[in-house]
Nanobody
Framework: QLVESGGGSVEAGGSLRLSCLVA????????VAWYRQVPGQEREGVVIFDSGRDRSVYADSVKGRFSISQDRGKNTVYLDLNGLRPEDTGRYYC??????????????????????WGQGTQVTVS
């Protein structure tokens, strides 16, 4: 139900835009997260996005370089990767979930809270 696209190979300092089509969750508010993983390492959270509040929380390693946005009409969330570094290399996964049961609660930060996952898209920075 999630389809990522936009990965590729770039030189350090370059930019990419990743897209995540969130087609299956019929909620006006969704929790969407991006994770990345390098073979042999644990998956790392990149950003948590509350689509209803339009709020995001970034990992310290990407703050000021990555930016998340959405196009509600296209059910798509975008992750702009700027100032890429070799350590940003990895497979990037989009994850999504229904909103928290309580309106006041924030979107979860743990990956096992996300029920929908995409197949991932590879980002390689040299």
């Amino acid at each position: 139900q999630l389809v990522e696209s936009g990965g590729g190979s770039v030189e350090a300092g370059g930019s990419l835009r990743l897209s995540c089509l969130v087609a299956g969750l019929k909620y006006s508010r969704k929790c969407v997260a991006w994770y990345r993983q390098v073979p042999g390492q644990e998956r790392e959270g990149v950003v948590i996005f509350d689509s209803g509040r339009d709020r995001s929380v970034y990992a310290d390693s990407v703050k000021g370089r990555f930016s998340i946005s959405q196009d509600r009409g296209k059910n798509t969330v975008y992750l702009d990767l700027n100032g890429l570094r070799p350590e940003d290399t990895g497979r990037y996964y989009c994850a999504a979930n229904a909103p928290p049961r309580r309106v006041a609660d924030n979107c979860p930060s743990t990956e096992n809270a996300y029920s929908e996952w995409g197949q991932g898209t590879q980002v390689t920075v040299s």
